[in-house]
């Protein structure tokens, strides 16, 4: 077994696969937008959105339950990896058959229906990569996990590009969906390498770990009713090119969801360490990690805002020109969702899954009461504007958790160092208006990282706290 990796280290591998994939996705996307127009696009995003938590149900948390359990006790490694294969395998034929029965009683749609049923066989081939992708994640090999994601987004992307080129649309793409994970299913068994798997797992084994991964489940089908069920109820309430709009402003939020979780994954095996009663190191790296997060998800979000009309016309034309407005309401959800993201880590390595399902529970109950009064009134606009309030509620709860479990503080102090810079970052772009995105996206990077170091930064508290979270 190989020795931890530092948490710099590992997230920063994460990191750079995710900016290699997103370059090449980008580019995917554009493709995709353009080619498919808002109609299309809709439908496309339609099925993602309704597939989504049958394979959250395909995982029901087994795989994270997983991480913690052999990041605890690294002697387990084989009979948890034997046992999550044969749960996640049963789950995901389960979920498939219940998702294509729904799906015959709610459709009426033959391509959609067809669409649906390759997602599923997704979910069942992803089902059979999990147990590779633990393992790596359970060993903090992170540098073959970053390989992974990079050779899936490239065969991805080169096959989805294939498909566009040809002329295909619903039923290709979903097909090349297929094609890249059956692909990847054999490159995840060659990264982790042989597994030794014990001749036979004890009997209780299966029925211990479903049993431990119930809060889990409920918690990771939960999230996936709350980031899909707007796109569902879009289409329900409204029309498919609906859909396509807010699904075209999504996909810059979509972005920043990957890079949160790129960062706090690394995160999740250490919390799980320190488990063993040592709650005040957990509060520290808490502590030390949310002011960076801070500093990352402010010019993200601040940047997305003035960029918006500039963002969505230039990447997928004029048919998209309202996913601009969306794209000003959804982006803010994001500086809550990094903090969230870290956070979830701490609170499940200390095993308080059931109040993180309450906070899903209750997040995806909002949304879709807000989604219910507001798309009838507002279409897309109002799902945006439920999907904004439930991020900082979910923020709000969490910080509620954090306090009980760790005691963390959240001290203001230095914070204004953010605010003035990304103050100067606006003046910068909106300054430089009309001179071109490319220009405008450089001066407001160049504007804030510049106005950070010229207040001081480097001699802040903030930055001793950012070098005790990259010495770990």
């Known amino acids: 077994?190989?020795?931890?990796?530092?948490?710099?280290?590992?997230?920063?591998?994460?990191?750079?696969?995710?900016?290699?994939?997103?370059?090449?996705?980008?580019?995917?996307?554009?493709?995709?937008?353009r080619w498919l127009g808002a109609h299309e696009l809709g439908r496309y995003a339609y099925v993602l959105a309704f597939s989504f938590p049958f394979g959250a149900v395909a995982d029901f948390g087994l795989t994270t339950l997983a991480?913690?359990?052999?990041?605890?006790?690294?002697?387990?490694?084989?009979?948890?990896?034997?046992?999550?294969?044969?749960?996640?395998t049963t789950l995901a034929a389960l979920s498939v058959a219940t998702m294509l029965v729904l799906t015959a009683a709610v459709e009426r749609d033959v391509a959609v229906v067809g669409a649906i049923a390759l997602a599923g066989l997704s979910s069942v081939i992803a089902s059979l990569t999990s147990p590779s992708l633990v393992v790596l994640t359970a060993r903090e090999q992170m540098h073959w996990l970053s390989l992974f994601r990079i050779a899936a987004s490239a065969v991805g992307s080169l096959l989805?590009?294939?498909v566009l080129l040809a002329g295909g649309r619903l039923i290709p793409l979903l097909l090349a969906s297929v094609a890249t994970g059956g692909l990847m299913l054999g490159v995840a068994r060659a990264l982790a390498g042989p597994v030794r798997v014990p001749s036979a797992v004890p009997g209780g084994a299966a029925r211990s770990m479903l049993r431990q991964a119930v809060p889990f489940g409920l918690l990771m089908t939960g999230f996936a009713l709350y980031y899909r069920?707007?796109?569902?109820?879009?289409?329900?309430?409204?029309?498919?090119?609906?859909?396509?709009?807010?699904?075209?402003?999504?996909?810059?939020?979509?972005?920043?969801?990957?890079?949160?979780?790129?960062?706090g994954g690394p995160l999740f095996p250490r919390f799980s360490s320190l488990a063993a009663g040592r709650r005040e190191?957990?509060?520290?790296?808490?502590?030390?990690?949310?002011?960076?997060?801070?500093?990352?998800?402010?010019?993200?979000?601040?940047?997305?805002?003035l960029l918006a009309g500039g963002l969505t016309r230039t990447l997928f034309g004029e048919e998209f020109v309202e996913s601009a407005g969306l794209l000003r309401l959804?982006?803010?959800?994001?500086?809550?969702?990094?903090?969230?993201?870290?956070?979830?880590?701490?609170?499940i390595a200390f095993d308080r899954v059931w109040s993180l399902v309450a906070v899903y529970a209750t997040s995806a109950l909002v949304n879709i009461v807000g989604n219910l009064v507001l798309i009838p009134r507002y279409g897309s606009r109002g799902a945006a504007l439920a999907t904004l309030l439930c991020e900082w509620l979910n923020l709000a709860l969490v910080i509620g958790l954090l306090r009980a479990t760790f005691g963390v503080s959240f001290s203001p102090t230095g914070l204004w160092r953010y605010a003035l810079a990304a103050g100067g970052m606006g003046l910068a772009v909106w300054f430089l208006r009309g001179y071109g995105l490319a220009v405008e996206i450089a001066t407001g990077a160049l504007a804030y990282g510049g106005a950070l170091l010229?207040?001081?930064?480097?001699?802040?508290?903030?930055?001793?706290?950012?070098?005790?979270?990259?010495?770990?």
């Not at 957990?282 to 402010?298: H, M, Q, T």
């Open 1 to 33: 077994m190989t020795g931890r990796g530092s948490i710099v280290r590992n997230a920063g591998a994460l990191v750079a696969s995710q900016l290699v994939t997103k370059v090449l996705n980008l580019a995917v996307s554009v493709a995709l937008v």
């Open 67 to 88: 991480i913690r359990e052999i990041s605890r006790d690294r002697a387990r490694e084989a009979v948890v990896v034997a046992t999550l294969s044969r749960l996640t």
């Open 160 to 162: 989805t590009l294939g």
């Open 229 to 263: 069920i707007d796109m569902v109820m879009l289409d329900w309430l409204t029309d498919t090119r609906q859909v396509g709009l807010y699904a075209a402003a999504y996909r810059f939020p979509d972005t920043i969801i990957v890079l949160a979780a790129s960062l």
């Open 281 to 305: 190191e957990a509060r520290r790296l808490l502590e030390d990690a949310w002011r960076p997060l801070l500093a990352l998800g402010l010019p993200l979000s601040l940047g997305a805002t």
């Open 330 to 347: 959804l982006i803010w959800g994001t500086l809550p969702l990094l903090w969230v993201n870290v956070a979830s880590h701490a609170l």
């Open 454 to 472: 010229a207040l001081g930064y480097t001699r802040s508290a903030d930055h001793l706290a950012m070098r005790r979270l990259l010495a770990q």
